[in-house]
């Protein structure tokens, strides 16, 4: 079936650190892939997205390749930032319609 | 433009009772969808509304239903609770114009707590 295998956390970084969270799916279809942030106390929010391979999505400094190859959609930021401190979930969406399939989360603390 | 507002926002219930969820998709949007989060189960899909109708159905058994308005308000009911419906129960609604994997908008969800 569909699912996404997303890497376990917490995560913890230091300010201005390079940042990457691992993200591989299995799809019967073909999927269009998504990061959503959890920021504390607040609800899920859409970070970022691409619909087919090789698209490059982006958003707030973070940045994720589609890669239909290696069925991955790994998260990357430069520079973290302490306001980055967050939960982060990797998505899929292959039917006809909005029937997601959400990673288990990945949460990110960054300390100055 | 108001989000995705939930109500009620939290609710205490105990084994065997059933309970009603209710979701405001933000206007215009045509597409409601529910998930339940947990911490050991993570998000996990319900299912989806598109005109009223249930358009997909996650892996949940049949004491979780729901429907959806004209007006695409949707409503979630779980009968018979059992302690593990305990979950924040999330709903996200999208615009719906390509038919696969539209951006969604998700609400600050309600908390049931099954004692």
């Known amino acids: 079936g569909d699912s996404v295998t997303q890497m376990e956390g917490p995560v913890t970084l230091s300010e201005e650190a390079f940042l990457t969270i691992n993200c591989t799916y299995t799809?019967?279809?073909?999927?269009?892939l998504f990061w959503y942030v959890q920021y504390p106390g607040e609800g899920l929010q859409l970070l970022l997205k691409?619909?087919?391979?090789?698209d490059k999505g982006s958003n707030k400094g973070f940045e994720a390749t589609y890669r239909k190859e290696t069925t991955s959609f790994h998260l990357e930021k430069g520079s973290v930032q302490v306001s980055d401190s967050a939960v982060y979930f990797c998505a899929l969406a292959v039917n006809t319609g909005n029937q997601f399939y959400f990673g288990t989360g990945t949460s990110l603390t960054v300390i100055p | 433009k108001a989000g995705v507002t939930q109500t009620p926002r939290y609710l205490i219930k105990t084994r065997g009772q059933q309970v009603t969820l209710s979701c405001s998709p933000i206007?215009?949007?045509?597409?409601v969808s529910w998930y339940q989060q947990t911490p050991g189960q993570g998000l996990q899909f319900l299912f989806e509304y598109f005109s009223e109708t249930q358009r997909n159905k996650g892996n949940f058994p049949g004491r979780f239903s729901g429907r959806q308005f004209s007006n695409s308000r949707s409503e979630m009911n779980v009968s018979t609770l059992e302690l593990g419906d305990s979950a924040l129960y999330l709903c996200?609604?999208?615009?719906?114009?390509?038919?696969?994997?539209?951006?969604?908008?998700f609400g600050p969800g309600t908390r049931l707590l099954v004692l």
């Open positions: 799809a019967t279809g073909y999927p269009s």
């Open positions: 206007s215009g949007h045509r597409s």
């Open positions: 691409a619909t087919k391979a090789d």
């Open positions: 996200a609604s999208s615009l719906e114009t390509s038919g696969r994997g539209e951006t969604q908008y």
